[in-house]
């Protein structure tokens, strides 16, 4: 489907799924039917799944918009104290598209969760309260990681098989950088790694002692935490500790911290590589801007974004509920050190040039991921690879299948049909 048609069938006011591989302009289709709805006095909410994926877009996490924080799941007390915020009551009676980018990093239980939440303030029993949801993503992306007893990918929600989506799978290709790392990244999405594909990658091998200043994307936390230490025992400077603290029950605050990617003891220097954890309040950093420590004012540390702006983080919160964060909670820097991060905490950004270790890889899609976070083949320096990192979820083919298929009905019955 082109991104004309997917416009044509949004504009119909349907429940809508985008999807497509990388490339195919699933972001430029969002930005066009925002502007129609803001030419038709739409009230429009535009939110993301991550901090990173929001600030493509120009809006919000999905998360703070909603009302249900970290959460996957409330009970009937919890619906009923969010019901009791009018701000929300507003926020949901007045909006009339709500806009979730990179979805496919939603779980499950947290879309169902925003389905409760969404009925509930809506007063209405329709699908999100008959909000017309317009979501875009990639099964291709790595799902959440969920309890061994939870569904992971969206597609396995009770709300997914309630909401009669529109699915239009957009079949141009509008980024032509690199046609070879498209060609490749096609073999891996669709299956077909031949020879040639492993020998181009093979190509790419690099020593690691060369690669000194480059971002590193591994499988493993292990392996980031060691790299990550090993730079910073290497700066030659005062050496400051920040203690997480906590509030509550330990049981409560201990899911709390295996929650959150902000460390137990950040330790920092001036010149440090960093990578903000969470969104901060007053939209200074997101969860994902990178940085440098500049300097040290106070004990506070001075960051540098990669824009060129200076932050000075403070302390912030993390709780499980955002209705009451009195009851447990815990608080630190929101930041890590980030010369090395996770394939999963990857996702949602663009790099010209990274050092990727895939010979960890220990579930399918996880290569993919990592490899098309670059624009092209010459910025891929490649330290290890296994069979499985080649490999993607047969689930996620199956649903692509399975989508491509719908998006050709839809366009017949919707489109064609109407004459």
């Known amino acids: 489907m082109t991104q004309k048609d997917a416009l044509k069938i949004l504009k119909r006011g349907l429940p809508t799924y985008i999807t497509g591989p990388a490339g195919s302009g699933k972001t430029h289709l969002l930005n066009q039917y925002i502007d129609w709805c803001e030419d038709e006095n739409l009230e429009v909410a535009v939110t993301a799944s991550t901090g990173i994926a929001a600030t493509h877009i120009g809006g919000r996490t999905i998360h703070s918009w909603s009302g249900m924080g970290i959460q996957d799941s409330m009970d009937e007390k919890e619906l009923d104290e969010l019901a009791q915020k009018e701000y929300l009551h507003k926020r949901y009676a007045n909006t009339d598209v709500l806009i979730i980018d990179e979805v496919s990093m939603l779980s499950a239980d947290q879309l169902d969760l925003l389905d409760q939440i969404a009925r509930k303030l809506r007063r209405g029993n329709a699908p999100f309260g008959g909000l017309q949801v317009v979501m875009s993503g990639d099964l291709f992306q790595l799902p959440p990681i969920t309890d061994r007893n939870s569904p992971q990918y969206i597609t396995e929600a009770e709300v997914w098989q309630k909401?009669?989506?529109?699915?239009?799978?957009?079949?141009?290709?509008?980024?032509?950088?690199?046609?070879?790392?498209?060609?490749?990244?096609?073999?891996?999405?669709?299956?077909?790694?031949?020879?040639?594909?492993?020998?181009?990658?093979?190509?790419?091998?690099?020593?690691?002692?060369?690669?000194?200043?480059?971002?590193?994307?591994?499988?493993?936390?292990?392996?980031?935490?060691?790299?990550?230490?090993?730079?910073?025992?290497?700066?030659?400077?005062?050496?400051?500790?920040?203690?997480?603290?906590?509030?509550g029950p330990k049981k409560k605050t201990d899911q709390l911290r295996k929650s959150t990617l902000a460390p137990d003891k950040l330790k920092l220097k001036e010149g440090a590589q960093v990578m903000f954890v969470k969104n901060d309040p007053t939209d200074e950093f997101v969860n994902g801007t990178r940085g440098e420590v500049d300097r040290f004012e106070s004990g506070k540390p001075v960051i540098e974004t990669a824009d060129g702006r200076e932050v000075r983080p403070s302390r912030l919160r993390w709780s499980r509920s955002r209705i009451d964060s009195s009851d447990a909670y815990i608080s630190q820097l929101p930041l890590r050190l980030a010369w090395a991060v996770t394939v999963h905490k990857s996702q949602g950004m663009t790099l010209d040039e990274a050092a990727i270790d895939l010979s960890k890889t220990f579930v399918e899609g996880q290569g993919y991921v990592a490899l098309s976070r670059l624009r092209t083949l010459s910025g891929l320096h490649l330290l290890g690879l296994n069979d499985l990192a080649l490999e993607v979820d047969p689930y996620v083919r199956k649903k692509e299948a399975r989508f491509k298929k719908i998006s050709d009905q839809i366009k017949k019955e919707v489109l064609e049909g109407s004459g």
Do not use: W
């Not at 031949?194 to 200043?213: F, M, N, V, W």
């Not at 990550?228 to 203690?243: F, T, W």
């Open 163 to 247: 909401a009669d989506l529109a699915i239009c799978y957009l079949t141009e290709q509008f980024r032509q950088e690199d046609p070879e790392f498209e060609s490749l990244l096609a073999d891996i999405r669709s299956g077909n790694v031949t020879g040639g594909t492993k020998d181009t990658l093979k190509s790419r091998r690099h020593e690691d002692d060369d690669l000194t200043d480059i971002t590193r994307l591994y499988t493993h936390n292990k392996d980031v935490d060691e790299i990550n230490h090993d730079r910073l025992e290497q700066i030659d400077a005062d050496l400051h500790v920040y203690d997480m603290r906590t509030s």
